[in-house]
């Protein structure tokens, strides 16, 4: 794998602006940063739209943040915001601030994955999290369905980012085809 994936030009996904809050520009904003507060540290944002976002101010309000954003005075323009997405360059993320078993997920994507036995067997494409632990998505080489893994040390025991790998421990049957299984037969 080349190095463009940890090139300074890739963009982290950092937050999302919500709804306007009050009448004098303030909006919400949803941070994916893990100190949801340190996404105001990163200078500014670039938005989906291409235009560029400085966070003035951010606090809590109850379980959101309202931000001020530097141009943003009244409601009409904090509405002009809702749901615009909020990237940063991936050098600006301090890389050493990650502990051992801790991955941004934009490294991730696009890796390789092996099998234990080093036989390369698809993709990462996702890692969702649908309320009961990380999963890694993988997209299967020569077809078009993709199969979840607990992204767990029991099941991805490696983590190569600089390698471009992650390798899978898991049953083989987990990466065969499904069967179309006759209702008549038992399983």
Do not use: C, W
């Not at 963009?11 to 949801?36: M, N």
């Not at 997209?139 to 369905?145: H, P, S, Y």
Request: charged share 30%; no cysteine.
């Amino acid at each position: 794998m080349s190095n463009d994936k940890m090139s300074s030009d890739k963009r982290i996904l950092v937050g999302e602006f919500g709804r306007a809050h009050g009448v004098r520009g303030e909006v919400r904003l949803k941070s994916y940063t893990a100190d949801p507060f340190a996404i105001a540290s990163y200078g500014p944002l670039a938005g989906e739209d291409g235009a560029t976002y400085v966070i003035e101010s951010l606090r809590a309000q109850g379980d959101m943040l309202v931000a001020r954003v530097a141009g943003v005075s009244d409601r009409a323009a904090a509405e002009a915001l809702t749901r615009i997405r909020l990237y940063v360059a991936r050098d600006k993320l301090a890389a050493e601030a990650l502990e051992e078993d801790e991955f941004l997920q934009a490294d991730l994507v696009g890796l390789s994955v092996e099998t234990t036995d080093g036989r390369v067997i698809g993709r990462v494409v996702d890692l969702p999290n649908y309320g009961a632990g990380d999963l890694v998505e993988i997209a299967l080489t020569g077809r078009r369905d993709t199969v979840l893994l607990p992204f767990s040390k029991a099941f991805v025991p490696t983590v190569d980012v600089a390698g471009g790998r992650i390798v899978v421990d898991a049953p083989e049957d987990v990466f065969e085809p499904a069967r179309a299984r006759d209702p008549g037969q038992p399983s």
